[in-house]
């Protein structure tokens, strides 16, 4: 069956350290999303694509980059990881038109210490 | 900013019907109204969506007013496994993006 996954799906690094949150989809969809949650924000939008090599900012992009290479994979880069970064990442993806439902992966706990 | 109002919290019994109301008087005419849901430290689920249409799926009835300016989710027969928090979203079909406001969180006691 198709899904969305994410890797890894907890991680602890330090503050000033580059990170790399993988997320992967095997429904072929155009779109992929990144959002942040944390308490009391509800999920705040980061970045999104919609096809490869397209790379828009979203609501919260600053300190974070997304790169395009493929329809499978929206790898989110957290270039100098400040502990304001620390929450849970989820990732989506939804085809082009249509309903525009979003499917989202299991999502990543990050802690920035 | 989000476009719905929603109550924060709900408490239902296992095996009623959970109805949770959605506030969204200044939707466009070409917005649809959406449905998730988000059990604990899960990603969102999505429920249902419609325009104008009352919707039925296997999970949920979605029921909107004739003038558009609020909906109801319902849950059929709540189990204790439709606990979490329920996002109400507006969105046409154009923005590819989903603005998620705090939610409802739906407690089904037993």
């Known amino acids: 069956d198709a899904e969305i996954t994410q890797s890894p799906r907890h991680k602890i690094t330090e503050t000033g350290r580059q990170v790399t949150l993988a997320c992967h989809q095997t429904w072929n969809h155009n779109n992929m999303f990144w959002y942040r949650q944390d308490l009391g924000h509800g999920l705040r939008l980061i970045h999104y694509s919609y096809g490869v090599q397209d790379t828009n900012k979203g609501e919260v992009s600053d300190g974070y980059s997304v790169s395009r290479s493929n329809t499978e994979d929206l790898p989110l880069t957290l270039e100098s990881a400040a502990s304001s970064q620390t929450s849970v990442y989820f990732c989506?993806?939804?085809?082009?038109?249509?309903?525009?439902?979003?499917?989202f992966g299991p999502g990543t706990r990050l802690t920035v210490l | 900013d989000a476009k719905t109002t929603q109550p924060p919290s709900m408490d239902c019994a296992e095996g009623r019907a959970a109805n949770l109301p959605c506030n969204h008087s200044?939707?466009?005419?070409?917005?649809?109204v959406y449905w998730y849901r988000q059990i604990h430290s899960q990603g969102p689920q999505y429920i249902i969506h419609?325009?104008?249409n009352n919707e039925t799926n296997e999970m949920a009835s979605l029921i909107i007013t004739e003038d558009r300016k609020s909906s109801t989710l319902i849950l059929p027969h709540a189990t204790l496994r439709d606990t979490a928090v329920y996002y109400c979203i507006v969105k046409d079909n154009y923005g590819q993006n989903f603005v998620f406001g705090p939610g409802t969180r739906l407690s089904v006691l037993p």
């Open positions: 989506a993806s939804s085809d082009q038109g249509g309903s525009n439902e979003q499917f």
């Open positions: 419609g325009l104008k």
């Open positions: 200044t939707i466009s005419g070409n917005e649809y």
